[in-house]
């Protein structure tokens, strides 16, 4: 050997052992450059090419080594041993069959260490090879996977909350991120810039919600556009999706009198300002004037025909499989029976929840509470440097001085959230109109309607009596009518009548966000939604001929993954990847930047001005600050952190400054910026617990949920090798998962680490089984494991449970289920906690992918038939459990369940 190859090699062998994977290959190939028939230099190039999870060029240096190692019989066989491994890490099962054979043959009449892992491989290569129409067909995995449910179910499934108006501040999706040349500090706020993007540009709104960010990225656009020249390849997509019909339904009800203003050319006409006043009242009011309901039905209807009719606007496109529920909302709001008093004293009961739910919650909401209360002390100041101390003590704010409340104060006049409590303080006239909603529980008329409600005139003269307010009452009765569309069907039939307590006077602020400026002054509500509407209608009128808006009804999640494999969509050549990405809130109910990261980073372009938007309102009051929301989903602790573990960047905003915004890194990511093998494998391991036991914490109205079920921790794995982690790490994590016991430090929430031991598992093998059978077509690597589960071998199951207990509000909690015999009357967690470290045969499984109607009782999961036959044969129960405080429900007899059908082969894709 050449003496400078030799010394070459050993520096290579010191930076591998160091890790330092890519210099190590470095120094390889120089001693290779210098002993091209010297085998061991590529065989090492090899094992640092294999170590990094770059299998390709692996594979190159493996057959180089191979062509001049003839009589190294050990070393061949190494190497054949990790080319079969290569190969599978890439799916390429045929190749890795005629390897393994070949290395069968090395190994024949030579006793060679390899042996027993040559025939573990050539097992599970033979095995693959049984299913390998299955193995390595994407299609209809993703197909099964979109079947499957995302989250824990809730413990009552029946309906879902509408949420006519929505809390947050209203922005253009299209500012405040960043470019290229300037630092990204937080209170930054640039604009995207649609003339500098590659069209289509394309946006997207999870949770579309009451459509306030949309129209505000419409007037961003339209004011863009006025700087612009060229419109021949100019056009925007507008993607925008919510779990509720009704909500699209509404919003297709606005757009169409936002387009009959749009075609009306004097804004300042008594056409145009009768209409913008109706509009104000369908808007934002749940109880109208007849001649505001009667343009309202004639609204919807117009709606319904064009529908109907395939007649509408080509601005507009609404997904085929979502018609079918817009309309049946829209027919319902022709049918609306409520009374306007209804609707009134509904309001003042919602009004009175909200009250007593906002008490449970310290600190920083009670803050805000208290300075809009007392939003008069800040007239037109920014800061909190003219408010007496008396005040500042009276707020309830956290800090041990005077000087460290006015700074937290100072921080919160900054946020949006103040500014909505705050609206009232410098319009004298929205103040009025804002106490007589307060006691009345409707909106006072705007003035150039007026005429039409003698009876409201003194109103505005605060000259009113016991004999004006009781003409008052019977005016309202006579004359005012239910807003149709602030009640959705199955929420009605699901809990009765449940209006939003918000008055329109808080509400329009951050509807109307800062399209238009609310400059101090004797201002009435109608003089800003006349701004508004105006603008908006202006704005429509100048893009409609170059923007697309599409409406689609279904879950985010399942709409996100179901993007590239959606045959209408891809004919229309609708985009599936997003410059632009608003998800409201919707991250606090379905697991916050860890729910962000696996489901909807991967629909986001990879460009430097790409980024993700999202709110924290349900819990805003649960963390000290933006880190540790962050923390308490992902077990980050950093948001730095994020980029090593997850591939995503903060780029601005906390929870009471801008919103959070994320964006997603390069992938894959370089060396240099991956964590280290046991820190990944330790998170990991971490991750599976929290999922599958979440930590227990109290219940409040104001809640922290962790509804993702064993599905997102692959799905977590999939995010790593897409960031550059090598496959073999998560291929041998995997088969230790499923063998049902693995040595490690991690432990179950709230411990997360102990000292390194082996850790039983078994209770969770089954949701583990049915998730790996479902990913593992999807998953870029075969999972090295002689126990891997075969999705032929799941079935469905379906068991009718009792009525659920006394669970709490409908929307408190999420279930898991529960497979334990009778006698089963352990603490859940603490004695799973306690069996998984003792290694104990296990006394119960838990289950966190199945799903459960509330209204039929049912529950269905998957299952391998041996394990239930077991689990019946012996006399076993299902109970559900929530899972904040692991309360158990009622158990019922195992042998009641059925068996439902096998997996379908066929894909047909579907939301």
């Given at each position: 050997m050449?003496?400078?190859?030799?010394?070459?090699?050993?520096?290579?062998?010191?930076?591998?052992?160091?890790?330092?994977l890519e210099l190590a290959i470095e120094k390889y190939s120089q001693a290779s450059k210098r002993c091209p028939d010297d085998p061991v230099f590529q065989s090492n190039i090899s094992a640092a090419y294999f170590e990094l999870g770059r299998y390709e060029p692996c594979l190159q240096s493996i057959d180089l080594s191979l062509s001049v190692a003839n009589s190294n019989i050990p070393l061949q066989a190494k190497l054949l041993l990790r080319k079969a491994r290569c190969l599978l890490m890439l799916k390429r099962l045929e190749d890795s069959k005629q390897v393994i054979e070949q290395l069968v043959k090395v190994c024949e009449g030579n006793s060679l260490p390899i042996a027993e892992e040559c025939k573990s491989i050539q097992k599970i290569i033979e095995e693959s090879l049984l299913h390998k129409e299955y193995l390595l067909n994407s299609e209809v995995a993703h197909h099964h996977l979109l079947s499957l449910p995302k989250y824990r179910p809730a413990s009552d499934t029946a309906a879902l909350e509408y949420f006519v108006i929505g809390h947050d501040a209203a922005s253009s999706l299209l500012s405040g991120s960043f470019n290229k040349r300037d630092s990204l500090t937080l209170g930054c706020e640039h604009r995207l810039m649609v003339s500098q993007v590659v069209p289509p540009v394309s946006v997207f709104f999870g949770g579309?919600?009451?459509?306030?960010?949309?129209?505000?990225?419409?007037?961003?656009?339209?004011?863009?556009?006025?700087?612009?020249?060229d419109f021949s390849k100019f056009s925007v997509h507008f993607t925008m999706i919510d779990i509720k019909a009704a909500a699209i339904a509404r919003n297709l009800v606005i757009l169409n009198l936002v387009d009959k203003l749009s075609a009306i050319k004097n804004k300042e006409s008594e056409e145009a300002i009768k209409l913008m006043a109706k509009m104000q009242y369908i808007l934002l009011a749940a109880v109208i004037p007849s001649y505001a309901c009667d343009l309202l039905q004639e609204t919807i209807l117009e709606v319904e025909t064009t529908i109907r009719a395939n007649a509408l606007p080509p601005y507009i496109y609404i997904q085929q499989s979502s018609v079918p529920q817009i309309l049946k909302v829209l027919n319902y709001w022709k049918n609306v029976s409520f009374t306007s008093w209804q609707f009134i004293e509904n309001i003042n009961k919602k009004q009175e929840e909200i009250d007593?739910?906002?008490?449970?919650?310290?600190?920083?909401?009670?803050?805000?509470?208290n300075m809009g209360d007392r939003a008069g002390f800040f007239e037109e100041q920014d800061t909190a440097s003219q408010i007496p101390d008396s005040e500042i003590e009276k707020m309830g704010v956290p800090g041990n001085t005077i000087a460290e409340k006015r700074k937290l104060i100072n921080q919160l006049l900054s946020s949006d959230s103040a500014k909505r409590f705050q609206m009232n303080s410098d319009n004298m006239p929205v103040a009025q109109e804002s106490a007589i909603y307060d006691q009345l529980k409707f909106m006072i008329p705007p003035i150039p309607l007026m005429d039409a409600h003698p009876v409201m005139a003194k109103l505005r003269t605060d000259k009113i009596n016991d004999t004006d307010f009781g003409a008052l009452q019977e005016h309202i009765n006579s004359d005012f009518k239910a807003n149709p569309t602030f009640v959705d069907e199955e929420w009605v039939n699901f809990v009765g009548l449940s209006l939003t307590g918000d008055s329109p006077y808080?509400?329009?602020?951050?509807?109307?966000?800062?399209?238009?400026?609310?400059k101090p002054g004797k201002n009435t509500l109608f003089d800003f939604m006349k701004a508004y509407f105006i603008k908006v209608a202006n704005a429509l009128s100048a893009t409609k001929q170059y923007i697309k808006l599409e409406w689609m009804v279904g879950e985010l999640c399942n709409i996100a993954q179901s993007l590239p494999f959606d045959q209408e969509r891809l004919k229309l050549n609708f985009p599936i990847t997003f410059d632009r990405i608003l998800l409201s809130n919707i991250p606090d109910y379905t697991g916050g930047t860890l729910f962000v990261a696996l489901y909807i980073m991967p629909i986001l372009k990879g460009v430097y001005y790409s980024s993700v938007k999202f709110t924290v309102l349900l819990n805003s009051g649960r963390f000290k600050d933006y880190t540790e929301y962050s923390k308490t989903y992902t077990l980050l602790p950093t948001l730095d952190s994020?980029?090593?573990?997850?591939?995503?960047?903060?780029?601005?905003?906390?929870?009471?400054?801008?919103?959070?915004?994320?964006?997603?890194?390069?992938?894959?990511?370089?060396?240099?910026?991956?964590?280290?093998?046991d820190a990944v494998i330790l998170w990991l391991i971490q991750m599976f617990f929290f999922i599958v036991l979440p930590v227990e914490r109290a219940h409040t109205s104001f809640r922290i949920e962790f509804p993702l079920n064993l599905l997102s921790f692959i799905e977590l794995i999939k995010r790593l090798v897409a960031m550059g982690y090598p496959a073999h790490w998560f291929s041998t994590l995997l088969a230790n998962l499923l063998s049902g016991e693995i040595s490690t430090s991690a432990r179950p929430p709230p411990v997360y680490k102990s000292k390194v031991s082996k850790i039983w598992v078994k209770p969770f093998l089954p949701d583990l089984e049915l998730a790996v059978a479902v990913y593992q077509p999807i998953l870029p690597f075969v999972i090295t494991s002689p126990t891997r589960p075969?999705?032929?071998?799941?079935?469905?199951?379906?068991?009718?449970?009792?009525?659920?207990?006394?669970f709490g509000p409908p929307k408190s909690s999420v279930l898991g289920l529960r497979f334990a015999p009778e006698s089963y009357t352990f603490n859940l967690p603490q004695s799973l906690k306690q069996d998984i470290e003792d290694k104990y045969k296990p006394e119960c499984y838990m289950m966190s992918i199945f799903e459960w109607d509330s209204k039929s009782l049912i529950a269905t999961f998957w299952c391998n038939p041996k394990l239930m036959n077991d689990m019946i044969r012996e006399d076993w129960y299902v109970t559900p459990v929530r899972t904040d405080n692991w309360a158990p429900d009622r158990s019922v007899p195992l042998k009641n369940g059925r068996e439902e059908k096998k997996w379908k082969k066929r894909p047909v894709f579907r939301r």
């Amino acid at each position: 050997m050449n003496e400078q190859a030799q010394i070459l090699k050993e520096e290579g062998n010191a930076l591998y052992k160091k890790g330092n994977l890519e210099l190590a290959i470095e120094k390889y190939s120089q001693a290779s450059k210098r002993c091209p028939d010297d085998p061991v230099f590529q065989s090492n190039i090899s094992a640092a090419y294999f170590e990094l999870g770059r299998y390709e060029p692996c594979l190159q240096s493996i057959d180089l080594s191979l062509s001049v190692a003839n009589s190294n019989i050990p070393l061949q066989a190494k190497l054949l041993l990790r080319k079969a491994r290569c190969l599978l890490m890439l799916k390429r099962l045929e190749d890795s069959k005629q390897v393994i054979e070949q290395l069968v043959k090395v190994c024949e009449g030579n006793s060679l260490p390899i042996a027993e892992e040559c025939k573990s491989i050539q097992k599970i290569i033979e095995e693959s090879l049984l299913h390998k129409e299955y193995l390595l067909n994407s299609e209809v995995a993703h197909h099964h996977l979109l079947s499957l449910p995302k989250y824990r179910p809730a413990s009552d499934t029946a309906a879902l909350e509408y949420f006519v108006i929505g809390h947050d501040a209203a922005s253009s999706l299209l500012s405040g991120s960043f470019n290229k040349r300037d630092s990204l500090t937080l209170g930054c706020e640039h604009r995207l810039m649609v003339s500098q993007v590659v069209p289509p540009v394309s946006v997207f709104f999870g949770g579309v919600g009451d459509g306030r960010h949309t129209f505000s990225t419409l007037v961003d656009i339209a004011e863009q556009m006025k700087g612009m020249k060229d419109f021949s390849k100019f056009s925007v997509h507008f993607t925008m999706i919510d779990i509720k019909a009704a909500a699209i339904a509404r919003n297709l009800v606005i757009l169409n009198l936002v387009d009959k203003l749009s075609a009306i050319k004097n804004k300042e006409s008594e056409e145009a300002i009768k209409l913008m006043a109706k509009m104000q009242y369908i808007l934002l009011a749940a109880v109208i004037p007849s001649y505001a309901c009667d343009l309202l039905q004639e609204t919807i209807l117009e709606v319904e025909t064009t529908i109907r009719a395939n007649a509408l606007p080509p601005y507009i496109y609404i997904q085929q499989s979502s018609v079918p529920q817009i309309l049946k909302v829209l027919n319902y709001w022709k049918n609306v029976s409520f009374t306007s008093w209804q609707f009134i004293e509904n309001i003042n009961k919602k009004q009175e929840e909200i009250d007593r739910a906002m008490n449970e919650v310290k600190g920083s909401k009670d803050m805000l509470r208290n300075m809009g209360d007392r939003a008069g002390f800040f007239e037109e100041q920014d800061t909190a440097s003219q408010i007496p101390d008396s005040e500042i003590e009276k707020m309830g704010v956290p800090g041990n001085t005077i000087a460290e409340k006015r700074k937290l104060i100072n921080q919160l006049l900054s946020s949006d959230s103040a500014k909505r409590f705050q609206m009232n303080s410098d319009n004298m006239p929205v103040a009025q109109e804002s106490a007589i909603y307060d006691q009345l529980k409707f909106m006072i008329p705007p003035i150039p309607l007026m005429d039409a409600h003698p009876v409201m005139a003194k109103l505005r003269t605060d000259k009113i009596n016991d004999t004006d307010f009781g003409a008052l009452q019977e005016h309202i009765n006579s004359d005012f009518k239910a807003n149709p569309t602030f009640v959705d069907e199955e929420w009605v039939n699901f809990v009765g009548l449940s209006l939003t307590g918000d008055s329109p006077y808080q509400a329009y602020a951050g509807y109307i966000g800062d399209v238009v400026e609310r400059k101090p002054g004797k201002n009435t509500l109608f003089d800003f939604m006349k701004a508004y509407f105006i603008k908006v209608a202006n704005a429509l009128s100048a893009t409609k001929q170059y923007i697309k808006l599409e409406w689609m009804v279904g879950e985010l999640c399942n709409i996100a993954q179901s993007l590239p494999f959606d045959q209408e969509r891809l004919k229309l050549n609708f985009p599936i990847t997003f410059d632009r990405i608003l998800l409201s809130n919707i991250p606090d109910y379905t697991g916050g930047t860890l729910f962000v990261a696996l489901y909807i980073m991967p629909i986001l372009k990879g460009v430097y001005y790409s980024s993700v938007k999202f709110t924290v309102l349900l819990n805003s009051g649960r963390f000290k600050d933006y880190t540790e929301y962050s923390k308490t989903y992902t077990l980050l602790p950093t948001l730095d952190s994020h980029g090593s573990f997850l591939g995503v960047k903060h780029q601005l905003g906390d929870i009471w400054e801008q919103d959070p915004r994320w964006t997603s890194l390069k992938l894959p990511l370089p060396t240099s910026q991956l964590a280290s093998y046991d820190a990944v494998i330790l998170w990991l391991i971490q991750m599976f617990f929290f999922i599958v036991l979440p930590v227990e914490r109290a219940h409040t109205s104001f809640r922290i949920e962790f509804p993702l079920n064993l599905l997102s921790f692959i799905e977590l794995i999939k995010r790593l090798v897409a960031m550059g982690y090598p496959a073999h790490w998560f291929s041998t994590l995997l088969a230790n998962l499923l063998s049902g016991e693995i040595s490690t430090s991690a432990r179950p929430p709230p411990v997360y680490k102990s000292k390194v031991s082996k850790i039983w598992v078994k209770p969770f093998l089954p949701d583990l089984e049915l998730a790996v059978a479902v990913y593992q077509p999807i998953l870029p690597f075969v999972i090295t494991s002689p126990t891997r589960p075969d999705l032929n071998n799941l079935k469905k199951y379906s068991i009718k449970l009792s009525k659920l207990g006394p669970f709490g509000p409908p929307k408190s909690s999420v279930l898991g289920l529960r497979f334990a015999p009778e006698s089963y009357t352990f603490n859940l967690p603490q004695s799973l906690k306690q069996d998984i470290e003792d290694k104990y045969k296990p006394e119960c499984y838990m289950m966190s992918i199945f799903e459960w109607d509330s209204k039929s009782l049912i529950a269905t999961f998957w299952c391998n038939p041996k394990l239930m036959n077991d689990m019946i044969r012996e006399d076993w129960y299902v109970t559900p459990v929530r899972t904040d405080n692991w309360a158990p429900d009622r158990s019922v007899p195992l042998k009641n369940g059925r068996e439902e059908k096998k997996w379908k082969k066929r894909p047909v894709f579907r939301r």
